[in-house]
């Protein structure tokens, strides 16, 4: 058996000792997001470190934890804080939780992050839509030894982030009357911010926002040919965009301060997705 799968089973086992729970949507909440958590009927929560070869998320904002729940009626798996892979971690160690989220029978993957905005249409706060993504600057977490028993050696990646979802999302975002961007999302490996010169070339290369993570995240996913949708928060304008330095703090008191907003869309988008 494949040593990845073996340990993907293990860490399965560890959950299903805690839980029998079945989530139909799997939530992960990016940097400042994770008090989305709040809007769930909790049925149980695991720690990270409770689960048996787990990786566990170090940066200031993750709590770390995975909460079982409902949302509104809609059984939810979501993950209070994500691993990346800066952190030190190899990437099949980063993905663990989203193949795990989909071992436990979530058909659907919400993904969200804090980005930084590239293109100079974007404001501080907007959220965008993901509607493809550039992972060029990472490691494809499917290299090596294919595992057979969450997918194909080649899956395809044409609609990746799902047309109908994203349509379903744009409508509520309507509803709602919230501004929704759409565009293409890069993920670099960090921990560093990235430099104007290599901001200008993601740019040329077709990117809006940019980001340490979620392309990683969609490509497990879509392994196991669960669907996709994603939403980025800008929480800054990229180097050379914006006139300032940046801070990890300024990521969080942009999330905390578009929290509400982002609570309605992701609760409405998620109901509304169930329902399809």
Do not use: W
């Amino acid at each position: 058996m494949n040593e990845i799968y073996e340990r993907l089973e293990k860490a399965f086992k560890c959950i299903r000792e805690k839980t029998d729970f079945v989530p139909q949507v799997a939530l992960v909440l990016g940097s400042g997001l994770g008090g989305f958590a709040d809007e769930i009927d909790i049925e149980c929560s695991i720690d990270y470190s409770e689960i048996d070869g787990f990786p566990i998320s170090t940066v200031a904002g993750h709590k770390g934890r995975f909460v079982l729940g409902r949302l509104g009626g809609v059984k939810v798996v979501c993950m209070q804080g994500r691993v990346h892979y800066y952190e030190g971690y190899r990437m099949d160690e980063v993905v663990m939780p989203i193949r795990l989220m989909g071992l436990m029978g979530a058909k659907t993957l919400f993904l969200t992050n804090a980005a930084g905005g590239i293109n100079e249409s974007f404001r501080v706060g907007d959220f965008m839509l993901i509607r493809d993504h550039i992972s060029t600057f990472v490691p494809n977490v499917l290299i090596g030894q294919n595992i057979d028993e969450l997918g194909v050696r080649f899956p395809d990646m044409t609609d990746i982030y799902n047309t109908s979802l994203r349509e379903i999302i744009k409508e509520e975002a309507k509803k709602l009357s919230i501004e929704l961007r759409e565009g293409v999302y890069v993920q670099l490996t960090g921990p560093s911010y990235e430099s104007p010169a290599e901001i200008k070339m993601l740019g040329v290369l077709g990117a809006d926002a940019v980001g340490m993570s979620t392309v990683c995240e969609a490509l497990a996913a879509n392994h196991m040919e669960m669907d996709i949708c994603a939403i980025s928060c800008i929480s800054n304008m990229a180097a050379g965009i914006a006139k300032h330095p940046l801070t990890h703090k300024e990521v969080q008191e942009t999330a905390d301060r578009v929290a509400g907003q982002f609570k309605a869309l992701v609760k409405a988008s998620v109901q509304a997705i169930a329902k399809a």
